[in-house]
C-alpha cells in the first residue's frame, strides 16, 4: 500500500488561510476607517452648514432687530405727538372756555356804576375783583351772574369802602362763583330740536 504525506499540504492550506483571514481583518479595517472617515466628513460638513446658518439668523435677526428698535422709536414719538396734541387741545379747550366767560362778562357787568379789576378762573371755581359805586350795585351784578348761564353760587367774600382821588368813597369788592359746566351738544340739539317743534 502507497503511503502519501499530506501534512506539508495542510500547512500550506492552514497558512492559506491564516492569510485569508488576515487579509480580511485588514480590509474590514480598512473600510472601518473609510466609513467613520466618510462619516466624519459627511458631520463636519452639517456642522459647517449648521454654523454658516447660524450666522445668516444671526444677521436677519440684527437686522429685524433694529427695524424693530425704529418701530418702538415711531411708536414713542407718535404716543409723545398725540400726548402734546391732546395738551393742546385741552389748553385751546380752556382758552375758547375763558374766551367765553370773559366775552360774557361784558354783558354782565352794570354798565357806568362798576368796573373789573381782576378775574380769576381755575377748573370750576371763579374769583371776580372789582370795583362798584355802592352795595345795590354790587348786588344786582351778583343778581345778574345768578341768573346767566355761565356761574351759579355767586357769594361775596368782601366788600369794603375805597377812597379814590378827589376823596370819592367807592366799593370795592370781591366774588367766589361756580362756572357752569357747558351741556353736551346731544342734549342742547335735543331741546332745539323740541324747541323747534314747539314753534
Avoid: H
Avoid at 177 to 191: F, I, N
Amino acid at each position: 500500500m502507497i503511503k502519501i504525506n499530506l501534512l506539508p499540504f495542510r500547512l500550506a492550506r492552514k497558512k492559506e488561510n491564516i492569510r485569508r483571514q488576515i487579509s480580511i481583518f485588514f480590509l474590514l479595517i480598512f473600510f472601518s476607517i473609510a466609513v467613520l472617515f466618510w462619516y466624519t466628513q459627511m458631520i463636519n460638513n452639517q456642522i459647517l452648514s449648521l454654523n454658516n446658518d447660524i450666522q445668516q439668523v444671526g444677521l436677519q435677526i440684527g437686522k429685524y432687530k433694529e427695524k424693530a428698535d425704529r418701530v418702538a422709536q415711531i411708536q414713542k414719538d407718535l404716543k409723545a405727538l398725540d400726548d402734546k396734541l391732546s395738551i393742546i387741545s385741552s389748553l385751546k379747550q380752556q382758552k375758547d372756555r375763558q374766551l367765553i366767560l370773559f366775552d360774557g362778562m361784558t354783558d354782565l357787568v352794570v354798565q357806568d356804576r362798576m368796573w373789573l379789576e381782576q378775574f380769576e378762573v381755575k377748573n370750576n371755581a371763579v374769583t371776580i375783583k372789582g370795583i362798584a359805586y355802592d352795595n345795590p350795585t354790587v348786588a344786582q351784578f351778583m343778581e345778574v351772574l345768578e341768573s346767566s348761564e355761565l356761574f351759579y353760587k355767586v357769594d361775596l367774600k368782601t366788600s369794603k369802602q375805597k377812597k379814590i382821588q378827589n376823596d370819592i368813597l367807592l366799593k370795592e369788592f370781591e366774588l367766589f362763583c361756580l362756572r357752569q359746566k357747558p351741556e353736551p351738544e346731544s342734549d342742547s340739539a335735543a331741546g332745539k330740536a323740541k324747541n323747534g317743534r314747539k314753534k
